[in-house]
Structures are given as structure tokens and as C-alpha cells.
């Protein structure tokens, strides 16, 4: 088994706080997810999040113009310089104090930052050479509270800056001689955006009370002269040195004339009288003159400007809108809610959604792959059961009908049927086809269901009760109560099927496992006593052996048929523990009282992951009980418990600063209360820390992926291959140079085979490729066992990307055909293979098939035309006949009955044939 697993994408979690946009080709949107940032591709229906991580939660996020990087800003300041074409980290940088804005200028070569109440301009990294890529141009300074937002001019020779003290700044990025400073009232809130005209100087200004103030100014952008500010002193000094006061005075009025001047044009407001909507996102698109603002009450509101028109008002959520977008043509509007974690882009001309994405709102507590490896559900406290593409790493559908946190849930064998179990003391059936629930399973009395297991039939389905300590056994088929299942002594936490027969492993806290017999025994089978409380147990995929983990994190190994111990691993140094701001002990000795809390075996059953109340997820080697790997799910120092000791500048005589709540301002969703002689509102609580933790781990039946639910989301974690060398039985004589010489020589089988030795992806598709489809039954019939498997993943791999689709699927026929009764004999040691070659298999069917279905009418009457076409030449070849004579006229005659053929369903393109 190999372990060269990396993150590849985060699901279940589309966005927490920050600002969203658009990517400058304007088809994908950037949104912070946590620590991490995710981009979602709206063209080709894909989501992918970067595999990069800041310290903190990400609460800035800039993309330069040219879209190839991208500045991200953690809430303590801390930078980081992102490719977004290698995706890697370039640069750290730290600003020290919390930022607020990142923008870069419209050229590209300067970037402005705002913290506290001063902006800051850079260079832009890589457009001067300089080893420094964060090198400071300037500083400004002006506003009397923190700075809100920035706009660049066109030209990016000026730049605008709000504040919070209701005041807004245009500043000169250049040395300009009519253009220094330029200062703006007019509001009684916070400033929340300014934006300026295309191609002008004219500006907009909007605060937090719904107010917007157009401002006109009487100098165009090519008006702006440029200078120094020592020109000016010295051309004062000339002045005053002159004899002639009245020269002076006309040199003065001059002057006056030539610095730009702004005038008010008109003042309008978005709430109507009495209406006190708070106004937190706006964004504007200045090629369209379309204003986008976002309300607390979760309405955005579309004006055309500077003429205020009400285009467009929707209310898309309860919760405030913290973050609004244009894309680059202004026909799509990103908007994002941290409330409930809420992600959509509206297109505002059709009225339509172009994407609609929302997680979990609280914490994710099971999870379960689809047999073919395709779709994960997911269950979280919220009551919803949500259902994931991994492929595209998009929710397609949620099951809202649980009233209380779901505990478990699972897919039936035939990947058509989700079931979910719930505190509400309920047990609920969906079809993925319909999208309904079918099935509601209920107890006699009302019990709170705490775990859930379905036979591999998927006829049985059985739940444990935390408070009446027993299992209730329902039918799918007809969804009554078969059985239940009495003797437990305490809550039953865990359930497991065994994945061969129908023998059912319940854990309880009462330190016994019970196996249990659902059709031959009525009572139990077997009763296996522990040391301490059982809290998960599962089953290895040959059902031969149960895999228990305990309180006192033990993960002991059983037989279930013999009711044996075969081994133990104790796993409380490698789990790993932290201390969190409320500690009053240290992490080593808060670590007594971690254990696992959720168990899965790998997809061959050699290895089982292992997870629980810390950051980590461990790999068990079963037979060896050793420590293989060790993974960290997240390095957000956002979470609490991460650090394994405190900090010790942050403590004082009378405890740690971090517990010293500094309240939730009003731009981040709460209410600021005025105090007498407090500045910024309520000191009262208002947020705290989430504790990380993993809740569950499941093992993809590819043997490929593995997914874990966290506090940061649905993880996904899959086989990187890209760096990886790996030979298989190499020798001396294997070299990409003998391969080409073999295949040169037309000996196929031997250089398929010395390509899978070398195991090298790109040798292997240069040889499997330049293989003739005309020899393909003899070199598969020439391969060994042990290469008939790697062939089926290589093309099970190649299935999923590669356009040569009928010479792969003919592989595929030819090698199940040729070897399908011994990969039947050991099916066991093969079936996550299979299982990634249906997989591919599926997903390209349902693409073609839909494709296919949408063209069908098309196909239809191309054919038609072309049978018209036919018979038309049939009928004009036949008059010629008639008229002419001799041998010329028959060849000719032939000629017109050969080119009159009418096209059948041979001659259309392949991707309108049916796999």
C-alpha cells in the first residue's frame, strides 16, 4: 500500500469570511475558506481549493491583473505571495498589524494595503528587480480611524481610500502637481466603498447607512500634470522673491485654477423612510456603470449609475451579504454570506443562478463514500444530509428533513440509495434518483439514534439508541420493525457490518463489543470484554477480522468468529494533543484523555486510519502495529487547541490575553452597543474559537482517496503521483531507451511489460498508445496476472482524462474477457481496481450519454437531409440514364450512384455513438 497521499481539494465548506472575486478571465470566482483559499471554475463545472495554508483565517485576497498571482492576507497581517500557475507559496511577508484592503493598481505595478488608519503602496512583486518582492513605495497618511476600502484610477496614477471616520481621501500615487491630497465629506457612517468613473476622476462614495454621494471633478485624467512637490517650492520661492505684488497675486489665482476641484452633483439613499438597513458590500463595474450593494437583511440591490436606476432587488438569504462581486463583462454577481457559509453568483440579465453553494452551518459529524467511489454523503449538526460530486467537489443535492444533528450515515450497495440517522429518533431513506425521501424508520419509544450500519444487501437496516442501550432492525424492503436487539448496558456508539455476511459488530460504552447473528441467532453471538469503553469498531473488507478503538486509545484487532484478540496498538503518543486558551493543564497531560473516535480500513485491509479529538490522522500498518504516517489536517492557528504550549508573551499575573474577548464590530456581523467611554462598541462576548478535531475518516473503494470530515470541512486527501519514482522489479537493463527499442521492433507485450517495471506514467501511455488496436487480444492474452491488474488501473486512470476513449474501453473488453475468471477467483485482493475502473467507466458514460441525448433531434435530421440529398441525386442520376447511351454514359451513371450514397449512422463523428 502506498501512502504518498496529499490534500487535493476541501468540500463542505465554500466560504468563511473575506472578500470574494472573480478571476480576470472573469469564469472563476476566488473564495477564502478558512485558512485556505478554494477557486471554482463556473465554466468547466470544477472546484479546486489551493494547496497552500496561512496561520490564520484568510480575511484579504487580491489577484493582479494579469490573474498569475495572488496576495493573501491572515487576520493577524501575516501575507503570503501565491502562483496561481505553479500553485505554490513565493513569498512571506508580515504587515504587523491587521489589514483591512488589498488592491492592485489596474497596470499591475503597484499594490495598495490598508492597516489601521494608513495605505500603504508597494511594488508589485516581479515587476521591479528587486529580492525583496513586498518592496514600500510610500505611505499615506489622513484618515483619523481604520481605512475601509480602495479604488485605483484607470491610469493608476491616483487612488481613493475610506475610512471609518466618514471621510474619503483621493491621493496621488505619482508626483502630481495639481493633485496631492483631495478630502470628501458628506456622510454620517462609515465609508463601505468609493469607486471611480471609467476613464474620469468623477467619484462614488458610499457609507454604511445607505447613502451614496456623487462627486463630478473638473479635470479629465489627462489633465493630471505631472510634477514634483520641489518643483512647487521652488516656483514659490521665485515668487515671492518678485517685486510686482499684483504679478503674484495673478500667479496665485493661477494656481488655484490649475488644481482640480470636485463639487457635489447629487445625493441618494437606498433605504426608503423609516427603513434602517445597514449597508455592508457594494462593488462596482465601471465599463456598465452597474452598482451592486449588499444589505445586513441579506438583499442586494443593482442601480445603473450615475442616473440611480433600481434595475434588479433579490433577497437571497436572512443573514448579511459580506462580500459582493463583479466578473470582468459585469453579467454575473459573486455574493457571499459568512453566516451561513453561503456562496452564489446571480446572473442578473436571465435571473438565473450560475452557482448556489452552501456547507454545513455547524460542524460535520459522519460521512460515507458511494460504492463506485463517485459521490460522498455528508451529515452534520445542522440536520442536512448533503450529497458531493468528487469529481467536481460540488454539493448537487440536499435532504433537509431531520430536525437534530445527524449521527450517521451511509450508501446502499447499489450507490442509488442514501440513509441517514438522527437525534430526532428518526432513520430516513432517500433515492438519488428522485431526489425524495422514501423511507422513514421510527422506535416504538422515542430514542435518539447515535450510529447506523446497513447490510451488504442493503435489505437491513440497523441503529443503536444512546439512551435505551438497544439496536432496532428495520426492513428497507417494507420499512417495519423487525428486531431489536437487548443486552447492551450502556449507550451503543458504534455499528458495523460485516461486508461478506450478516453478522453485525455493535460498540458500547458498557466495554463489550457484541457480534451479533441477524438471521440464524436471536440473541447474541458472541460478546467480546474489554478494558475499557468501545467507542468505534469496524470491520476489515474480508469481514475476517473487527477492528475496536477504545477510551484509553487503544485500537485492539479481534476475530469475530472465535471471539480472539490478534492484536493491539497503542496509539495515545501518536494522536497527539494541544492545549487550549482555557487550559488550566498542560497539553502533555490533557493528551491522558484523547482516544480515537472513528476507525476505517484502507481499501486492500493491510492498513486502518484512525482519528479523533486532535489534529492528526494516523495509518496503522494492521499486521506490523506500527505508526506508518502521520497526517495534519490544518496548521489554523484560527482553531483552538493547536498550539501544544501557550504563549507565553500573551500571559500575564492574572491569566492569558487570550481569553480577553475584544467583542465582534459591527462589519463583522454583530451589534456595537454604545457604552459611555467605549470607542468601538460592546466588549461583551461574542464569537469564540472552534476546537479542530476530526469526527469521521472513510477510505475511498478506489484505494486512491481517502476523505475525513473536520472542523474546516470535508477533506479530501488522493495519490500523488506527479513526483513520485516507483519501479516495480526494476533492473539494469530497463531504460526508456530499451522500451522505444522493443516497441520499435514491434514487440509489444515485451515493452508493455518492461514499461511497468520502470513504472513511469509517461512511458507506459507512449508505449500502451503506439500499440496497434489490431494486436491488442494477443498482447493482453501474452500478459501475466500481475500485469493484467496494473494494466486495468492504468486504463482506469486514462479513462478519466484521455480522448482516445473506444481504443481504452477496447483494452478494458479485451482484458476482462481474456482474464475475467481469474480476476473473479480473487476478486478480494482486486476489487479496488475494479471498483476505479467502473468508476471511470460510469463517469464517462454519463457524460456521453448526455451529450448524445441533448444532440439526438440534430443527429435525426442530419440524417434526413442527407436521405433527401440521396434520393434527390438517385432520381437526376436515372434521367441521365434515359437520355445517354454507350459505355461513357454507364461509367458516368455509376459514378452519380456511388456518390449518391445516403449517409448512415457509420459515417457520423463518434461522440454520437452510445458506449
Keep these: 500500500m502506498k501512502f504518498s497521499y496529499k490534500f487535493s481539494n476541501l468540500l463542505g465548506s465554500v466560504y468563511r469570511r473575506g472578500n470574494v472575486g472573480f478571476t480576470p478571465d472573469g469564469n472563476s470566482v476566488v473564495s477564502p475558506v478558512g485558512n485556505r483559499v478554494s477557486i471554482f471554475d463556473l465554466k468547466n463545472n470544477k472546484s479546486e481549493t489551493l494547496p497552500v495554508e496561512a496561520q490564520m483565517n484568510i480575511v484579504c485576497v487580491a489577484q493582479s491583473p494579469d490573474g498569475n498571482t495572488a496576495i493573501l492576507v491572515d487576520e493577524a497581517g501575516a501575507a503570503l505571495l501565491v502562483s496561481l500557475v505553479s500553485k505554490s507559496v513565493l513569498h512571506h511577508y508580515h504587515f504587523h498589524k491587521p489589514v483591512h484592503t488589498v488592491k492592485f493598481s489596474p497596470d499591475g505595478r503597484k499594490f495598495a494595503v490598508t492597516r489601521e488608519n494608513h495605505t500603504l503602496v508597494y511594488h508589485a512583486p516581479g515587476k521591479t528587480r528587486d529580492f525583496n518582492p513586498f518592496r514600500l513605495y510610500r505611505s499615506y497618511h489622513g484618515p483619523y480611524d481604520d481605512a475601509t476600502c480602495i479604488d485605483w484610477t484607470d491610469d493608476s496614477r491616483a487612488f481613493a481610500v475610506g475610512s471609518k471616520d466618514m471621510n474619503t481621501r483621493v491621493h496621488a500615487a505619482t508626483a502630481l502637481q495639481n493633485l496631492v491630497v483631495y478630502s470628501f465629506g458628506g456622510h454620517k457612517d462609515a465609508i463601505v466603498g468609493c469607486f471611480f468613473e471609467h476613464q474620469s476622476l468623477d467619484l462614488y462614495t458610499i457609507s454604511r447607512d445607505g447613502t451614496l454621494v456623487i462627486w463630478e471633478c473638473d479635470t479629465d485624467l489627462d489633465g493630471l500634470v505631472p510634477g514634483s512637490a520641489r518643483a512647487k517650492k521652488e516656483k514659490e520661492t521665485v515668487k515671492e522673491s518678485k517685486d510686482n505684488s499684483e504679478e503674484s497675486e495673478d500667479e496665485e489665482d493661477k494656481d488655484k485654477q490649475e488644481k482640480i476641484l470636485y463639487k457635489k452633483v447629487s445625493k441618494h439613499y437606498f433605504n426608503k423612510e423609516g427603513d434602517f438597513n445597514t449597508l ?18 441579506g438583499i442586494f440591490h443593482l442601480h445603473e449609475l450615475p442616473d440611480f436606476n433600481l434595475i434588479h432587488s433579490l433577497s437571497i438569504s436572512d443573514q448579511r451579504i459580506a462580500s459582493v462581486s463583479f466578473n470582468s463583462t459585469g453579467d454575473w454577481i459573486a455574493l457571499a454570506c459568512s453566516g451561513l457559509g453561503q456562496l452564489l453568483v446571480w446572473e442578473w440579465q436571465s435571473e438565473s443562478y450560475v452557482l448556489k453553494q452552501q456547507g454545513h452551518f455547524n460542524n460535520m459529524t459522519s460521512l460515507a463514500y458511494s460504492p463506485d467511489g463517485q459521490y460522498i454523503v455528508t451529515g452534520g449538526e445542522d440536520g442536512k444530509v448533503k450529497v458531493w460530486n468528487t469529481g467536481s467537489g460540488f454539493c448537487f443535492v440536499t435532504f433537509p428533513e431531520h430536525t437534530s444533528a445527524i449521527t450517521g450515515t451511509v450508501f446502499t ?7 441517514s440517522a438522527s437525534l430526532d429518533g428518526t432513520a430516513r431513506a432517500f433515492d438519488l434518483h428522485r431526489y425524495r425521501n422514501f423511507r422513514t424508520f421510527t422506535s416504538p419509544r422515542p430514542a435518539q439514534f447515535s450510529c447506523l450500519a446497513v447490510d451488504h444487501s442493503g435489505d437491513l437496516v440497523c441503529c443503536g439508541a444512546q439512551d435505551m442501550f438497544e439496536i432496532f432492525v428495520w426492513s428497507m424492503q417494507t420499512g417495519r420493525l423487525l428486531e431489536v436487539l437487548a443486552g447492551h448496558e450502556g449507550p451503543v456508539v458504534s455499528l458495523s457490518f460485516s461486508p461478506v455476511d450478516a453478522i453485525l459488530a455493535s460498540a458500547s460504552w458498557d466495554k463489550t463489543v457484541r457480534v451479533w447473528d441477524i438471521f440464524e441467532h436471536k440473541g447474541c453471538r458472541e460478546t467480546l470484554q474489554l478494558g475499557s469503553d ?55 497531560t490533557s493528551a491522558a484523555g484523547k482516544s480515537f473516535s472513528t476507525l476505517c480500513y484502507t481499501a486492500d485491509g493491510t492498513c486502518i486510519l484512525a482519528g479523533g479529538r486532535s489534529k492528526n490522522i494516523c495509518i496503522y500498518h494492521v499486521a506490523e502495529q506500527l505508526l506508518i504516517k502521520k497526517f495534519e489536517i490544518s496548521c489554523n492557528l484560527s482553531f483552538d487547541a493547536m498550539e501544544e504550549h501557550l504563549d507565553r508573551r500573551k500571559m500575564t499575573e492574572w491569566g492569558s490575553l487570550a481569553l480577553v474577548d475584544e467583542g465582534q464590530e459591527e462589519g463583522e456581523g454583530g451589534t456595537a452597543i454604545s457604552l459611555p467611554g467605549v470607542r468601538k462598541g460592546d466588549m461583551a462576548s461574542r ?43 526494476l ?95 480473487r476478486s478480494m485482493s482486486v476489487m479496488a481496481m475494479l471498483t476505479a475502473l467502473q468508476k471511470s467507466v460510469t463517469r464517462r458514460y454519463e457524460d456521453i450519454s448526455k451529450l448524445c441525448d441533448s444532440n439526438r433531434y440534430t443527429l435525426q435530421y442530419i440524417l434526413s437531409v442527407a436521405g433527401q440529398q440521396g434520393s434527390r441525386k438517385r432520381k437526376a442520376g436515372e434521367d441521365q440514364e434515359e437520355e445517354e447511351e454507350g459505355s461513357e454514359a454507364d461509367m458516368e451513371e455509376q459514378g452519380d450512384e456511388d456518390s449518391s450514397v445516403p449517409m448512415s449512422e457509420d459515417d457520423l463523428p463518434m461522440q454520437a455513438h452510445s458506449v
Excluded at 455592508?280 to 452597474?290: G, I, L, P, V
Excluded at 450497495?413 to 440513509?419: A, E, M, R
Excluded at 472465535?562 to 487550559?583: P, V, Y
Aim: glycine residues 6%.
Design 731 to 825: 533492473d539494469m537493463d530497463i531504460t526508456p531507451a530499451t522500451i522505444r527499442r522493443m516497441l520499435g521492433r514491434k514487440e509489444y507485450a515485451t515493452a508493455l511489460m518492461m514499461s511497468f517495471r520502470l513504472n513511469e506514467g509517461a512511458v507506459i501511455q507512449e508505449v500502451v498508445e503506439n500499440i496497434p488496436h489490431t494486436d491488442i487480444s494477443h498482447v493482453g492474452q501474452a500478459l501475466p496476472d500481475t500485469y493484467v491488474d496494473k494494466m486495468l488501473m492504468f486504463v482506469a486512470s486514462q479513462l478519466e482524462t484521455s480522448r482516445h476513449l473506444e481504443f481504452y474501453l477496447t483494452w478494458c473488453q479485451t482484458l476482462l474477457m481474456l482474464h475475467g475468471q481469474r480476476l473473479k477467483n
Design 413 to 419: 450497495s447499489n450507490g442509488h440509495v442514501v440513509i
Design 534 to 588: 468501545a467507542l468505534a469498531v469496524a470491520f476489515r473488507p474480508d469481514g475476517k477480522e473487527v477492528a475496536i478503538a477504545t477510551l484509553n486509545s487503544e485500537i485492539t484487532f479481534w476475530d469475530p468468529h472465535n471471539a480472539t484478540q490478534t492484536g493491539s496498538i497503542e496509539g495515545r503518543h501518536d494522536l497527539g494533543a494541544g492545549r487550549k486558551d482555557t487550559d488550566k493543564i498542560t497539553a502533555k
Design 687 to 729: 464569537h469564540w474559537k472552534p476546537e479542530v478535531r476530526v469526527s469521521s475518516v472513510q477510505f475511498s473503494p478506489t484505494g486512491r482517496a481517502f476523505a475525513t470530515t473536520t472542523t474546516e470541512g470535508l477533506m479530501i486527501y488522493s495519490l500523488d503521483n506527479s513526483l513520485t519514482f516507483d519501479p516495480f522489479d
Design 280 to 297: 455592508t458590500s457594494c462593488d462596482y463595474h465601471k465599463r456598465t456603470h452597474f452598482l451592486v450593494t449588499g444589505f445586513a437583511s
